[in-house]
């Protein structure tokens, strides 16, 4: 599952930066910003989201 910078988050969780795998943390609902480490606006998975087991 990818997401775009502007999305409305699905679910909360941290989303991982697909260019520096930074993670930025989401609350679902929220717009997804612009990974603050280096300003990409793609993010590869989403991990950590409450109730997942596969937490990677």
Known sequence: MSA???EKAQKTGDFRCEKCHHSTHVT???E???CPKCG???YSTRVREPGN???S
Do not use: A, D, V, Y
Request: aromatic share 0%.
């Open 32 to 34: 997804i910003p612009k």
């Open 28 to 30: 679902e609902g929220h």
């Open 4 to 6: 775009q910078t502007g």
């Open 53 to 55: 087991k596969s937490s």
């Open 40 to 42: 990409n606006g793609t």
